[in-house]
Nanobody
Framework: QVQLAESGGGLVQAGGSLRLSCVASGDTFIINVMGWYRQAPGKQRELVAAIARSGVADYADSVKGRFTISRDNAKNTMYLQMDSLTPEDTAVYYC????????????WGQGTQVTVSS
């Protein structure tokens, strides 16, 4: 019922910035909380940041002060502004949206690669 598409990934130097976008389509009214996850080779997928429709957000300790999550409900779009990037931020970043009508059901995007060079 919902499709998610990430964009904005790329190759940047350490200390640089990127802005990721996630556009939701389909029955977007069913979306509740949205979030960004990332996964690097050999590592577990981890939550980067999450945001409710109200705009209240939570961040992983590793990105606090550097990343900013936001969403525009009218545009069905979520963003992740990433500043002061380090090579440890290199990963595939995924968009996630929770279904507010089906318990524990979530939709995932295909991911966008972020590579930070030293």
């Amino acid at each position: 019922q919902v499709q998610l598409a990430e964009s904005g990934g790329g190759l940047v130097q350490a200390g640089g910035s990127l802005r990721l976008s996630c556009v939701a389509s389909g029955d977007t009214f069913i979306i509740n909380v949205m979030g960004w996850y990332r996964q690097a080779p050999g590592k577990q997928r981890e939550l980067v940041a999450a945001i409710a429709r109200s705009g209240v957000a939570d961040y992983a300790d590793s990105v606090k002060g550097r990343f900013t999550i936001s969403r525009d409900n009218a545009k069905n779009t979520m963003y992740l502004q990433m500043d002061s990037l380090t090579p440890e931020d290199t990963a595939v970043y995924y968009c996630k949206a929770e279904d507010r009508f089906v318990t524990k059901y979530a939709y995932w995007g295909q991911g966008t690669q972020v590579t930070v060079s030293s």
